[in-house]
């Protein structure tokens, strides 16, 4: 599926590739983690990391729990499974 992710980042516009190490991760690891222990899992800087992930917080994707951890939320998940289309994701502007 490391593919179909690939292919999805590329057609929402606002992605980068660090947000397709993040849904990599979480693809396979469906758990809570701080932007800290997320960053050294995909090497880039925890506070890019961070940024991203509240990026993809506030695209739906991800959801962070009153600790602070992130983790996969409903959509994140369509969305890996290839439930949601690209284009619901699509903004006006690029966060």
Known sequence: MTGHIK?????VS???????????FFETHDILVSPKVLSVNIGYDRQYTS???RVLMDAGILEKDES?????SDSGRAF???ELDAEVLERDENP
Do not use: F, N
């Open 7 to 11: 292919e999805m980042v590329e057609r």
């Open 68 to 72: 602070e951890l992130y983790g996969l």
């Open 14 to 24: 606002w992605m980068s590739p660090i947000d397709y190490e993040i849904l990599l």
């Open 51 to 53: 940024k991203r992930c």
């Open 80 to 82: 890996l499974a290839g």
